[in-house]
């Protein structure tokens, strides 16, 4: 995220860990707490404008560490019979899907990232996580 203050000072905002992302099972925190740094890290090289390829490469390792991420909570749901399952899974695919076409725009025009984009990326990883994900954890804490 960032902000232009009046004089046009651009200030880039990190996406700070917090209890409020806390699902409350440790391994899937780990895991959405590396999907944060790496967001970050992207939100920066947006921001001091870092080569396309540089940019490229850091929304490659958010999305590849994202499809990674959610075969292990499926791999969770799976082992203990989570009802939503279905659902979830459904919701795991179309974030990789929008993800996917996103990166298929720079991929085709070779053009930077946009702070659009940015903010389209932190709303994808923030609505998730604080949704879905905090209902999983709810549900995983009991039965685990
Ligand atoms: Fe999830």
């Given at each position: 995220?960032?902000k232009v203050t009046?004089c046009?000072?651009?200030?880039?905002k990190?996406l700070?860990?917090?209890?409020t992302?806390?699902?409350?099972v440790?391994e899937i925190?780990e895991?959405?707490?590396?999907?944060?740094?790496?967001?970050?890290?992207l939100?920066?090289?947006?921001?001091?404008?870092e080569?396309?390829?540089?940019?490229?490469?850091v929304l490659?390792?958010?999305?590849?560490c994202?499809?990674?991420?959610?075969k292990?909570?499926e791999?969770?749901?799976?082992?203990?019979?989570?009802?939503?399952l279905a659902?979830?899974k459904?919701?795991?695919?179309?974030l990789?899907?929008?993800?996917?076409?996103l990166?298929?725009?720079?991929l085709?025009?070779?053009?930077r990232?946009a702070n659009?984009d940015i903010e389209?990326?932190?709303?994808?990883?923030?609505e998730h996580?604080?949704?879905?994900d905090?209902?999983l954890g709810a549900y995983?804490i009991e039965?685990?």
């Amino acid at each position: 995220m960032r902000k232009v203050t009046s004089c046009g000072e651009v200030i880039v905002k990190d996406l700070v860990w917090s209890n409020t992302l806390s699902v409350e099972v440790d391994e899937i925190d780990e895991d959405h707490r590396r999907l944060v740094d790496l967001f970050n890290i992207l939100n920066h090289a947006v921001a001091d404008g870092e080569s396309a390829d540089y940019q490229e490469a850091v929304l490659e390792e958010l999305i590849s560490c994202t499809v990674w991420h959610f075969k292990h909570e499926e791999r969770l749901m799976l082992k203990y019979a989570y009802e939503e399952l279905a659902a979830h899974k459904t919701e795991h695919q179309d974030l990789i899907e929008s993800a996917k076409a996103l990166q298929q725009q720079f991929l085709q025009a070779d053009k930077r990232i946009a702070n659009k984009d940015i903010e389209f990326l932190e709303h994808w990883l923030t609505e998730h996580i604080l949704v879905a994900d905090m209902r999983l954890g709810a549900y995983l804490i009991e039965v685990m």
